[in-house]
Nanobody
Framework: QVQLVESGGGLVQAGGSLRLSCAAS????????MGWFRQAPGKEREFVAA????????SYADSVRGRFTISRDNAKNTVYLQMNRLKPEDTAVYYC?????????????????WGQGTQVTVSS
């Protein structure tokens, strides 16, 4: 059973930065494509970013492209989301997800494994 544990969320002012981490255990992390999603109150969960198992390809939602960077360290079984120039509309619970075919990377129901989420709050 694969477990994903997110960390790094918190409260930050608009324009600031946060780095989220997602540590994996119990599976073959290095073979999984990984993604980050977020869900704001009253809204559906939405795709944020994804990265292939090797780290060779990345994908971003239009709303975060150029501000967020997804990366991974397979030796540490960890995927990261560096978030810069944060905006109040980035406020949400951020979830790490694992193991999906790359073509389905933007579809939350295509992912097998999920973390418990970490809260990110951006104040104006």
């Amino acid at each position: 059973q694969v477990q994903l544990v997110e960390s790094g969320g918190g409260l930050v002012q608009a324009g600031g930065s946060l780095r989220l981490s997602c540590a994996a255990s119990g599976g073959t992390f290095s073979s999984y494509n990984m993604g980050w999603f977020r869900q704001a109150p009253g809204k559906e969960r939405e795709f944020v970013a994804a990265i292939t198992w090797s780290g060779g390809m990345t994908s971003y939602a239009d709303s975060v492209r150029g501000r967020f960077t997804i990366s991974r360290d397979n030796a540490k079984n960890t995927v990261y989301l560096q978030m810069n120039r944060l905006k109040p509309e980035d406020t949400a619970v951020y979830y790490c997800a694992g193991s999906t075919p790359w073509d389905n990377r933007k579809k939350s129901d295509a992912y097998t494994y999920w973390g418990q989420g970490t809260q990110v709050t951006v104040s104006s």
